[in-house]
């Protein structure tokens, strides 16, 4: 269990990198309107759909290995700490949908967008539904087993709610020249620090229980 925590808790750290690889990437990356995998590419393109300007990205080795290492440790991490999410289906289909959207994460920094189109494309876009549906699934699972407080699943539920509708929003904005950076982060970032917070409340719990049995 303490394997799986740690592999949720330093979920964050992966928001840290891509802030840090945008800063270092040229002028014309914008946050806003760039999408996540722009800063992934080894050569200097256009960040978006529609964008006239190159986006040269510094650190796209560091955002590539992030994409791989961080999924890794998601997918660990829901394996790990099934049997303290509860044990009905629910938890099965949490599991499953995290393991599944985050190898797909994982392969996001094997094959850069710029480098190989098609197959960037095939592994990026199921990570917009899985993702977000695997946050739905585990706060509900974590609804139904009370092993947090009520706080920590309905807040996962608001989330993954506001993810779907940005992933939607995502996928019809594909090929404007505003606003998809700004959709797709809406779409994914909330699912790091959320993972945290259940980590924390679940190491929480655990001490709580040791205490009670002294």
Do not use: N
Request: glycine share 8%; hydrophobic share 60%; charged share 10%.
């Amino acid at each position: 269990m303490t394997a799986g925590l740690g592999c949720w808790l330093v979920q964050p750290v992966y928001l840290l990198v891509e802030l840090l690889v945008a800063a270092a990437a040229s002028a014309a990356y914008s946050l806003r309107d760039d999408t996540i995998s722009a800063l992934g590419m080894l050569t200097c393109a256009p960040g978006h759909a529609g964008a006239t300007v190159d986006v040269c990205s510094s650190g796209h080795v560091a955002l590539d290995v992030a994409f791989v290492v961080f999924g890794l440790l998601r997918a660990a991490g829901a394996v790990l700490l099934r049997p303290r999410l509860g044990t009905d289906g629910w938890v099965l289909a949490a599991v499953c949908l995290w393991v599944v959207s985050a190898l797909f994460a994982a392969a996001v920094g094997l094959v850069p967008v710029d480098q190989h189109p098609g197959w960037h494309a095939v592994v990026a876009l199921p990570v917009f539904l899985l993702q977000p549906l695997a946050v739905l699934t585990t706060a509900e699972a974590l609804r139904r087993s009370r092993v947090v407080s009520r706080g920590v699943a309905v807040s996962g539920l608001v989330l993954g709610g506001l993810m779907v509708a940005a992933a939607a929003a995502f996928g019809l904005r594909l090929g404007d020249p505003t606003w998809v950076g700004a959709l797709e982060r809406l779409a994914l970032w909330p699912t790091y620090p959320w993972l945290a917070v259940v980590a924390w409340a679940l190491l929480v719990a655990r001490r709580s229980e040791t205490v009670a049995k002294v």
